[in-house]
């Protein structure tokens, strides 16, 4: 095993919310960059500052006498990079601006990410035990400088790259715990801080590690999951302090000797879906509806994302040559909740006229609904076929207050797999109903936010709501 494996999820994490749709450094979404997996300088976070310092990976591992970890810690650095215009070149002075385009180029002002990484190979479990280790993790500083000439070769700006130190610890122990060792990985921002309260967040994030994440590979030894750890674990497992990180199991389903340690929500034996075609640098990867908005962006909304970032470039140029049968598979896909082989998963083409929970009930590895006869509800027992006065109380969201002392059609009757019961119904008087029932587009609530109608009462009922 090698933290190859777990590269392209890695990668996925490292470059999460790096740059958003529209993928230019104007848009207002890009204003405030660096979202995930900041580790900050001390000072700042301790001045008020709303990133911590330190990060903190705990996990669990049993482990061989001669069990050894390898860690590598992965982040990016923010490098600032300026445009200027030339405002006098014989006397070599320029001024900055936000843009500048040359010859039909452009060019923008924007902060880059640097990657980084600190590699620590085969610290010896038992030492880790013994006491703990220090390793210093320190980046480059620099300042380089390019030209910008115009197709005559006269001097039309240039762009001026930029980089701070970052001083950083990585600490590493473990203790044993009954049958396993509890390992504790600590990465803790130490650069020095000589600015006032109020300075600006950008001066902390270019001092700061970014996206920053923990790969830790065991040799001799298998970690425990603390998603779902066995039961003589739990215990164990819920001593475990994660801090702005969580450990979760990668690569092939069942295999227990690598962990990613993420600031990102992420289950066991996280996948790149195989339909998508590169990163988006958003979590939701939605790659067909972000794809073709970037398809609808003007030309010169294109040349200035292009001008952004090598990655906003690429996303792109991929955005507006992809053929249409690999564009055709982001369309959608229909995978089972479990798969045997996740490396291999059971994707078929969603169905035309079935609603999503019978597909899943049909997938191999599913757990399929559970459809009942009847219900017991306000005013009586429901079946399907029963009309109802729909009376919700539960305010889930603003779609109850529209629906509220309406009638509508008792379609089916389902319990999910917590064993909770619904009652799915089409409202009477909505004219695409008939649409929605045709495949299972159905409104669910619960068997006490429903009331059956009295054939009696029913008609002054419906009439004091129309009125």
Same mark, same amino acid.
């Given at each position: 095993m090698t933290f190859e494996v777990a590269e392209k999820i890695a990668d996925a994490v490292l470059y999460e919310g790096y740059v958003l749709y529209p993928y230019r450094a104007s848009a207002a979404k890009n204003q405030l960059r660096w979202q995930f997996g900041i580790v900050t300088p001390r000072g700042y976070s301790e001045r008020g500052g709303s990133e911590p310092w330190m990060m903190q990976t705990e996990c669990l591992v049993e482990v061989d006498t001669d069990a050894a970890l390898d860690i590598r810690i992965r982040f990016l650095q923010a490098q600032v990079r300026s445009v200027e215009k030339v405002a006098d070149a014989e006397r070599d002075e320029y001024r900055a601006v936000a843009t500048l385009e040359v010859d039909g180029r452009s060019f923008a002002t924007w902060d880059e990410g640097i990657e980084g990484r600190l590699d620590l190979k085969g610290l010896s479990v038992a030492e880790l035990i013994e006491g703990e280790q220090r390793f210093p993790l320190e980046t480059s500083v620099g300042r380089e400088i390019e030209l910008i000439r115009d197709r005559a070769g006269a001097i039309a700006g240039r762009i001026v790259r930029e980089r701070w130190r970052i001083d950083a610890e990585v600490r590493v122990s473990a203790v044993v715990l009954g049958s396993v060792v509890r390992v504790r990985i600590q990465i803790e921002n130490r650069t020095a801080w000589p600015f006032p309260d109020d300075a600006e967040r950008d001066v902390a994030m270019r001092r700061s590690l970014l996206g920053a994440h923990t790969l830790v590979l065991v040799r001799d030894g298998a970690f425990v999951s603390l998603l779902e750890p066995p039961e003589w674990a739990k215990a164990s497992a819920a001593s475990c302090s994660n801090q702005h990180?969580?450990?979760?199991?990668?690569?092939?389903?069942?295999?227990?000797?690598?962990?990613?340690?993420?600031?990102?929500?992420?289950?066991?034996?996280?996948?790149?879906?195989?339909?998508?075609?590169?990163?988006? #640098?958003?979590?939701?990867?939605?790659?067909?509806?972000?794809?073709?908005?970037?398809?609808?962006?003007?030309?010169?909304?294109?040349?200035?994302? #292009?001008?952004?970032?090598?990655?906003?470039?690429?996303?792109?140029?991929?955005?507006?040559?992809?053929?249409?049968?690999?564009?055709?598979?982001?369309?959608?896909?229909?995978?089972?909740? &479990?798969?045997?082989?996740?490396?291999?998963?059971?994707?078929?083409?969603?169905?035309?006229?079935?609603? !999503?929970?019978?597909?899943?009930?049909?997938?191999?590895?599913?757990?399929?609904?559970?459809?009942?006869?009847?219900?017991?509800?306000?005013?009586?027992?429901?079946?399907?076929?029963?009309? %109802?006065?729909?009376?919700?109380?539960?305010?889930?969201? !603003?779609?109850?207050?529209?629906?509220?002392?309406?009638?509508?059609? %008792?379609?089916?009757? %389902?319990?999910?797999?917590?064993?909770?019961?619904?009652?799915?119904?089409?409202?009477?008087?909505?004219?695409?109903?008939?649409?929605?029932?045709?495949?299972?587009?159905?409104?669910?609530?619960?068997?006490?936010? %429903?009331?059956?109608?009295?054939?009696?009462? &029913?008609?002054?009922?419906?009439?004091? $709501? $129309?009125?």
């Open positions: 990180t969580w450990p979760v199991l990668v690569g092939a389903a069942g295999a227990r000797d690598l962990m990613l340690s993420s600031p990102i929500i992420l289950y066991d034996y996280p996948a790149i879906a195989p339909e998508s075609t590169g990163d988006l #640098c958003d979590g939701t990867e939605i790659d067909e509806i972000l794809m073709l908005r970037v398809m609808t962006l003007t030309e010169d909304e294109k040349r200035e994302a #292009c001008a952004t970032d090598d990655r906003a470039r690429q996303i792109v140029e991929r955005s507006d040559t992809i053929p249409p049968e690999i564009f055709a598979r982001l369309h959608g896909v229909m995978r089972s909740l &479990e798969s045997s082989d996740p490396a291999t998963p059971d994707a078929t083409p969603a169905p035309s006229s079935m609603d !999503a929970w019978d597909a899943f009930a049909t997938a191999e590895g599913s757990i399929p609904r559970e459809e009942l006869e009847s219900v017991e509800a306000l005013g009586g027992t429901v079946s399907r076929g029963s009309r %109802v006065l729909l009376r919700p109380t539960r305010r889930a969201d !603003a779609m109850d207050m529209f629906l509220a002392g309406r009638s509508a059609r %008792v379609e089916t009757l %389902v319990a999910d797999v917590d064993g909770a019961t619904y009652v799915a119904v089409t409202v009477e008087d909505d004219p695409s109903a008939e649409l929605h029932d045709s495949y299972g587009r159905f409104f669910y609530f619960y068997p006490e936010e %429903v009331e059956l109608l009295d054939p009696a009462i &029913e008609s002054t009922m419906v009439h004091e $709501r $129309r009125t």
